[in-house]
């Protein structure tokens, strides 16, 4: 399995922006798609965004579509979260995710996950 470790996360501002990290240990992170989902206190962790292997595909969940952006750096083993225009709504603990699969958005698809770093929109 991946070693996966986000960074990134705090307090913001309703309409600001952060950039989530996720750094991986394994030397063959290029050959991972990989996620970012979340999940707020009392709901279901929530589909975010997927890049494929090849940085190619991305996949954006239908809340954030238009204000985030997924990107990866295979030279530094690292996946971003470009988060834009946040609301309160958004207020989460982010998590980072690997698969073996070309690119998915489906939770049960990921088998490595990070430990989530929180994010905090205030009004």
């Known amino acids: 399995q991946v070693q996966l470790v986000e960074s990134g996360g705090g307090l913001v501002q309703a309409g600001g922006s952060l950039r989530l990290s996720c750094a991986a240990s394994?030397?063959?992170?290029?050959?991972?798609?990989m996620g970012w989902f979340r999940q707020a206190p009392g709901n279901e962790r929530e589909f975010v965004a997927a890049?494929?292997?090849?940085?190619?595909?991305?996949y954006y969940g239908d809340s954030v579509k238009g204000r985030v952006t997924i990107s990866r750096d295979s030279a530094k083993n690292t996946v971003y979260l470009q988060m834009n225009k946040l609301k309160p709504e958004d207020t989460a603990v982010y998590y980072c995710?690997?698969?073996?699969?070309?690119?998915?958005?489906?939770?049960?698809?990921?088998?490595?996950w990070g430990q989530g770093t929180q994010v905090t929109v205030s009004s």
């Open positions: 995710a690997a698969t073996r699969d070309y690119i998915s958005s489906r939770i049960t698809d990921f088998g490595s």
């Open positions: 890049i494929s292997y090849t940085g190619v595909t991305t």
């Open positions: 394994e030397r063959t992170f290029s050959s991972y798609a």
